[in-house]
Every structure is written in structure tokens, then in C-alpha cells.
């Protein structure tokens, strides 16, 4: 990006004399640059900023009677005392389970599989390899999940395969269960963390790892102090890609969740659209919200502190007077 | 110093004990080294004695095998026959890990995580040395490299030059007994690269470590190397000292790739050391390649071996003297260069310190002459077949910054 613009102001500099720049009719040009960045923060102002305000606000009202859907005249926490009773409490709950575990899940399948892709397979194959990865992704989401239905059903095609293998007696009873959300979050966000993690790797050149063995690293000290800390913006990335979607997600709980494997996303759906309480739904957004930037800035929190020992035994201060 | 290599028949088995005690520390020897991509060699059995303490330069074209010469020492690759000693030892199969021997890139390849200490630091703390250990050594290689007021910055936050030496500082903060330098100056400018040539010299011999230094550029080859390996297509063309490379190539491709040369074309009489051209007799004291009499060869000359005189000069002190007319002067700073035209198409380049070189105008009519000394004649063939690789080497943008280095 920064080259390019650079290529282009030195375009600029080159094809036009300074005086050029003050004759008349070129006062546009004087425009800020700032400019440039109208349409993203229009956009972000009047679909992201105003909505979620809008969200907080409701969320301090009520429901008037039967027919009206939210009101502001008296303002309360009631709706968050309500939003975190023992009935909807349970769910969040059970969000943040399939959220952090199909996380690490996603995590512990892409950490090895990016670095493999993206620095050990064979170059040709690469394409083909990321390809495979990318092309169910096209499919239409929720196509994708309900095709999850027919394969984790009790007389499905996996249960039949568990039961002849012997593995399990019986059809398999997951779905509409916790386990088979996890499934099919895992499956449907996997790729939203292999491509970060892959452009990451790819971007660790080869000299580095090769400078790190040539100074006596083996392969878990090179990949440990050099691959790893250098595809750290890769990992947040895909963690953030995957880990916040995840939270909000309703379409893989309602189809594959049922009764027991609700999720919040599906809960605030469910104020707003069926219980017409957008005061309530509203107030469990928020919870929601807050939910995910606790944990992530946790999450974050207990890597920084994770890694210290690390970063600690690799600082070097040389006590020098110069 | 070139002890005579021992003749050993090349075959796949550990060559562990054969020579280890005649193989100080710092010692590679090279025997038979073949690898190969695909269907391409890139290096074809290669055999090359490196002596401990010396400066060696690998030099060549791209796509010589330079290159993966060097990986083949470090371990990043293995190679598809030979075998490999580095102080005595057997390396092939040994990981570059475990290999007593430290590389410097060409992209100097600092980890950019890391600060300047950080990154000097990393081959000490791979060996789990003491942190005040650490401390101390770390700040001993900086000073080395006059860097040590740098060590807490980033490797982002250097010029080229800086990087380079940390890059330096860091490969050789574990001792090793040997150092692998892969093009370390090619992305400095010029002046800068002279400096680091003077330096990475007094380095090498303080330190006494053998250094391996890989280059295109024969410019820095000649300057600092104890001995230069020309190589050309995988193979070894020439391994000599640079007065022996630049005055008695070993043959034509050789003669042409170091420096510059006049190639004239002839053909060989009685003596071989006689040539009959179109431009009357050349002679030379030394002959190479198999000239057989009758055969068609050609003489090269250097271009600072050619005087110009606007008088002819007498052919009893000067065996060879060509008539012909200055068709070109350019002034190259410290020399100035004719372009003389002689026969119907060819041409003599000449370089003359500016002080002794006469006052002429183009159009004017001269005569060249040099020493029987200052020849060589190749069997013809063979010069034919370096003057097109040397074409098609001009071509590349790499082979061009040799060009400039010619003109200094």
C-alpha cells in the first residue's frame, strides 16, 4: 500500500513543476486527504455506530403492554437483571462454552495444517490445497449446516459407519445437542482461521527459519522463537475472525442445536423476532457484546502473560555506557 | 598452503577417519560434490581443498551453482553424490544445526522481532550459554562491528550497511570454524561496499576464521580473496590466487569473465606462440589450451595492457603492434580509454593512466602495441563459446553492476 502511494506521489512530483501546483483550478487538490476515508467511516457511522447505540438504549427501556415492542419513557437496569436470570443466564453460558472450545478446536486443526500449507507442501500443490479449503465456503452457509443435519442424524451416514465399525451400540443420539453445534461451527469456520494463519506463515521467509538452524536452532526452537512469534498478527487475526462471529452465530445453533444446544445469537433473535421484547433482547445483546470483549481482552491477557517467560528469557540489556 | 589432495575414489560410504588428522579446524574439503534439481545439475562434481584460515571467493554468473555450493556447507541442502569434510568431519547427513559453521545472507536475514543484542544473542542462547556470559559476548561482537551503541533497536530501525554488520556480528558470535558469506554486499552501494570489503578482510584475518565468501562481483573477489574458484555451469572453470587468475587464465572463458580483454582472431603457425591475423603477427610468451599448428585460435589482451601512440613505435622493443584509428575517448577518472578501430570490424580498447596517455582527437591515426607477456592465446573454439556466455551474462542486470566495477 505504502509504495504504491508512494510510486504514485513520486509520479506526481515528477510530471508536474511546483508552480504547477498553484495555478488556477487546482484547488481541489487542496482537499484533506482525509477524504479517502469518507465512505468507510459513512458507512461504519450509519450501520455500525448508530445501530449499537441505538441497541444500549433500548436496552435501558421497557416493553409497554402486548402489542409495542420497546419503550424508553422510564429507564432501568431491570432488563439486564432479567437477561442474567438463571433461565437465559444458562445459555450464555453455554455460548461462551461452544465459543472458547470451537475456538481452540479451530486452533489446534489450523496451527499445524497453515504451517504445513503454507511452508512444507509442495509449491505446485499449493493452490489446489488452498482451494480445497476455500470452495465449500462458497456454498450458501446455511446449506452447508443443514447438510450437517443429514449426517449426524441417528439412521445418518456417520452414525451407520460408528455402528458398523462397532464403535458405538445404537444410533448415535448428538444431534441437537451441544456436541453437534461444536461440530459444525468448527467445520463452518475453519477456513476463516487456516487463511490468516496461512498468509501469516507464508510471510515468514525462508532465510529467517534457515538463519535461526544456522545458528544451532532445531525445528521446535526455529518454529518456537521465529515462525511463531512472526505469524502472531496471523493468529490474532484468525482468533478474532473466528472466535467473534462464533459468539453471535444462530443459524448452526437453530439448525443444529435445537432446545438443548441454544446459543445467545439465537436467544436475542428470539426477543426481537418471536417475544417482540426488543428492550430484553436489546439488554442480552449487550450482555453479549460485553461477553465477547471480556473474554478476547482475557484471552489476550493470558497469552501476553503466557509468553512472558519467554520474551523474558530473550531480553537483553547490555549494560553499557557509550 | 595447497597441500595436494589425496585422490580418494568417491563412493557413498563415511569418509569419517580418512584425513582427520591431517585436517585442522576450519578445514572443507569438497570431493566429487554433485547436486542436482530435476534434470539440471547445479553443481557437477565438484572437488575443492579449502585451507583453515583462508579467504576464499566462490565466483560466477548466476545459475553457476555458487550458490548452492554454499548450501550444501551450511546443510541447508544435501548433496546427490560426494562427500563433504568440514574440519575433518563428515557433514553430509548432519543438519545445519549441529554444523560448526555460521552463514551470513544475502538479505542479512535478521529477525525482525528481536532487537539488534536480541538477535546477536540468538546463537549463544541456543546453546544455553549464562546470561552475564551472553552479556559480555554480545557486547564484545557489537564493538567488533562498532554497533554496540545500535543494540537496542530494532533490525528495521538500520541502513543496509548496519544490518549487514549485525548480520556479521551474530554469524560470528559462536566462533565457528567456518563462515558462509552468500552475496553480503549486494545490497549496499558502492562506496559502502568498498568499505565493508576492506573491513570483512582485517576481520578475516584477525580472526583467523575461514571465510567462504560467494559473489558475481569479481571486483570484490579480486580484492579480498586468498584464492578465487571461478565457476561456470556447475564445475570449477579456474581456482587460483587473483594475480594468477587475472594475468594467466587457466582459459578463455576465464580470461573473459575477469576484467576485460581484445579478443583477435587468428590462426597458429609453426610456433605456437606466433599467431598470424589479419592485422599481421601476435606473439605471446605463454601459450594455453592445445594449440596445434594451423589451428584457428584467439589472442586476448587486456585492456591496460595496450599502449596507444600516435607514432609508430619500434616493433623490435614492442613484438605486437596493430595500426588502426582512434575512433573513441572516454574519461574513466583515474585512466582514459581508446576505442580503436582496426581492420574493417573489429575493435581495440585501450586504458592509459591519464598522466602518460598522449593527447589525441578521434579520427586521428594510431598504433597499439604490447607486451608478448601481456597475451594469451585460446584455441578458438573455446573463445567463442565464453564470448557468447558472455553476452548473454551482460544481459542479466546482475552481470551489469560487474560492468561498472570494470570502469573503476
Known amino acids: 500500500m505504502t509504495t504504491q502511494l508512494e510510486a504514485i506521489g513520486a509520479a506526481a512530483l515528477q510530471s508536474e513543476p511546483p508552480s504547477a501546483a498553484s495555478a488556477p483550478g487546482r484547488d481541489w487538490k487542496r482537499l484533506p486527504r482525509a477524504i479517502l476515508a469518507f465512505p468507510a467511516w459513512a458507512w461504519l457511522i450509519a450501520f455500525f455506530l448508530a445501530p449499537v447505540g441505538m441497541v444500549i438504549w433500548f436496552s435501558f427501556g421497557y416493553k409497554p403492554g402486548m402489542f409495542g415492542t420497546h419503550a424508553n419513557d422510564v429507564l432501568s437496569l431491570d432488563r439486564y437483571a432479567e437477561a442474567l436470570s438463571p433461565t437465559f443466564f444458562a445459555t450464555f453460558q453455554n455460548t461462551l462454552w461452544v465459543g472458547v472450545t470451537g475456538t481452540l478446536i479451530i486452533l489446534a486443526i489450523?496451527?499445524?495444517?497453515?504451517?504445513?500449507?503454507?511452508?512444507?507442501?509442495?509449491?505446485?500443490?499449493?493452490?489446489?490445497?488452498?482451494?480445497?479449503?476455500?470452495?465449500?465456503?462458497?456454498?450458501?452457509?446455511?446449506?452447508?449446516?443443514?447438510g450437517w443435519q443429514i449426517i449426524l442424524a441417528p439412521e445418518g451416514f456417520f452414525s451407520q459407519v460408528l455402528q458398523t465399525l462397532g464403535i458405538t451400540d445404537g444410533p448415535l443420539e448428538i444431534m441437537f445437542t451441544r456436541t453437534a453445534v461444536l461440530i459444525g461451527v468448527v467445520y463452518n469456520y475453519l477456513p476463516l482461521m487456516v487463511l490468516p494463519l496461512f498468509v501469516a506463515f507464508d510471510r515468514v521467509t525462508?532465510?529467517?527459519?534457515?538463519?535461526?538452524?544456522?545458528?544451532?536452532?532445531?525445528?521446535?526452537?526455529?518454529?518456537?522463537?521465529?515462525?511463531?512469534?512472526?505469524?502472531?498478527?496471523?493468529?490474532?487475526?484468525?482468533?478474532?475472525?473466528?472466535?467473534?462471529?462464533?459468539?453471535?452465530?444462530?443459524?448452526?445453533?437453530?439448525?443444529?442445536?435445537?432446545?438443548?444446544?441454544?446459543?445467545?445469537?439465537?436467544?436475542?433473535?428470539?426477543?426481537?423476532?418471536?417475544?417482540?421484547?426488543?428492550a430484553l433482547g436489546s439488554a442480552m445483546a449487550v450482555v453479549l457484546i460485553l461477553t465477547i470483549?471480556?473474554?478476547?481482552?482475557?484471552?489476550?491477557?493470558?497469552?501476553?502473560?503466557?509468553?512472558?517467560?519467554?520474551?523474558?528469557?530473550?531480553r537483553l540489556v547490555l549494560g553499557v555506557e557509550k | 598452503m595447497s597441500a595436494t589432495i589425496?585422490?580418494?575414489?568417491?563412493?557413498?560410504e563415511p569418509t569419517r577417519n580418512k584425513g582427520a588428522q591431517t585436517e585442522e579446524t576450519g578445514t572443507v574439503v569438497l570431493e566429487s560434490v554433485t547436486k542436482r534439481y530435476g534434470t539440471a545439475t547445479a553443481v557437477d562434481s565438484i572437488s575443492l581443498r579449502v585451507e583453515a584460515g583462508e579467504f576464499l571467493s566462490l565466483l560466477g554468473p548466476s545459475g553457476c551453482g555458487k550458490t548452492t555450493t554454499l548450501r550444501m556447507l551450511a546443510g541447508f541442502e544435501q548433496p546427490d553424490a560426494g562427500s563433504i569434510r568440514i574440519s575433518g568431519q563428515n557433514v553430509i547427513g548432519v543438519p545445519p544445526h549441529r554444523r560448526n559453521v555460521n552463514t551470513v545472507f544475502q538479505a542479512y536475514a535478521l529477525f525482525p522481532h528481536m532487537s539488534i543484542a536480541e538477535n546477536v544473542a540468538y546463537g549463544l542462547r541456543q546453546k544455553r550459554v549464562g546470561k552475564q556470559e551472553i552479556r559480555e559476548k554480545v557486547t564484545e561482537a557489537l564493538d567488533m562491528v562498532q554497533m554496540v551503541s545500535f543494540a537496542d533497536r530494532r533490525p528495521t530501525q538500520l541502513s543496509g550497511g548496519q544490518q549487514q554488520r549485525i548480520a556479521l556480528a551474530r554469524a560470528l558470535i559462536n566462533r565457528p570454524a567456518v563462515l558462509l558469506l552468500d552475496e553480503p554486499l549486494g545490497a549496499l552501494d558502492r562506496q559502502l561496499r568498498e568499505e565493508m570489503q576492506l573491513e570483512l578482510k582485517l576481520l578475516q584475518s584477525r580472526l583467523?576464521?575461514?571465510?567462504?565468501?560467494?559473489?558475481?562481483?569479481?571486483?570484490?573477489?579480486?580484492?579480498?580473496?586468498d584464492r578465487i574458484a571461478i565457476m561456470r555451469d556447475g564445475r570449477i572453470e579456474q581456482l587460483a590466487n587473483a594475480d594468477t587468475i587475472y594475468d594467466s587464465p587457466a582459459n578463455a572463458y576465464v580470461a573473459g569473465f575477469v576484467g576485460q580483454q581484445n579478443f583477435l582472431s587468428g590462426r597458429i603457425g609453426v610456433d605456437p606462440h606466433v599467431m598470424d591475423t589479419e592485422f599481421g603477427q601476435l606473439r605471446a610468451t605463454t601459450v594455453t589450451g592445445e594449440l596445434i599448428v594451423g589451428s584457428d585460435a584467439q589472442a586476448a589482451v587486456r585492456p591496460e595492457a595496450v599502449t596507444v601512440s600516435a607514432e609508430e613505435p619500434a616493433s623490435v622493443t614492442t613484438p605486437n603492434v596493430v595500426p588502426g584509428e582512434l575512433i573513441g575517448v572516454s574519461h574513466l577518472g583515474e585512466t582514459l580509454q581508446f576505442l580503436v578501430q582496426i581492420g574493417h570490424e573489429h575493435t581495440l580498447l585501450a586504458r592509459l593512466p591519464r598522466p602518460a596517455a598522449p593527447r589525441l582527437a578521434v579520427g586521428d591515426r594510431v598504433w597499439c602495441s604490447w607486451s608478448d607477456e601481456s597475451v594469451n592465446f585460446f584455441p578458438a573454439k573455446q573463445a567463442a563459446a565464453a564470448k557468447a556466455k558472455i553476452a548473454k551474462d551482460a544481459v542479466d542486470p546482475a552481470a551489469s553492476t560487474r560492468a561498472i566495477s570494470i570502469k573503476e
Not at chain 1, 114 to 139: D, E, N, Q, S
Request: aromatic residues 10%.
Open chain 1, 206 to 278: 525462508l532465510s529467517l527459519r534457515e538463519a535461526s538452524k544456522d545458528l544451532g536452532a532445531g525445528r521446535w526452537s526455529t518454529f518456537l522463537h521465529i515462525t511463531l512469534p512472526l505469524a502472531k498478527p496471523g493468529l490474532i487475526v484468525g482468533v478474532l475472525l473466528v472466535y467473534i462471529p462464533l459468539m453471535g452465530d444462530y443459524i448452526t445453533a437453530t439448525v443444529l442445536g435445537g432446545a438443548k444446544g441454544n446459543m445467545a445469537g439465537q436467544m436475542v433473535a428470539n426477543q426481537f423476532q418471536t417475544a417482540q421484547n426488543w
Open chain 1, 293 to 314: 470483549l471480556g473474554t478476547a481482552a482475557l484471552a489476550g491477557l493470558i497469552a501476553w502473560l503466557g509468553t512472558w517467560p519467554m520474551r523474558a528469557r530473550r
Open chain 1, 110 to 146: 489450523s496451527v499445524p495444517f497453515a504451517y504445513w500449507l503454507a511452508l512444507k507442501a509442495p509449491m505446485r500443490h499449493r493452490g489446489i490445497l488452498l482451494a480445497m479449503v476455500m470452495i465449500p465456503f462458497w456454498t450458501n452457509f446455511l446449506i452447508r449446516t443443514i
Open chain 2, 6 to 12: 589425496p585422490v580418494v575414489p568417491v563412493s557413498g
Open chain 2, 208 to 225: 583467523g576464521i575461514t571465510f567462504i565468501f560467494v559473489t558475481h562481483d569479481q571486483g570484490e573477489a579480486l580484492s579480498m580473496s
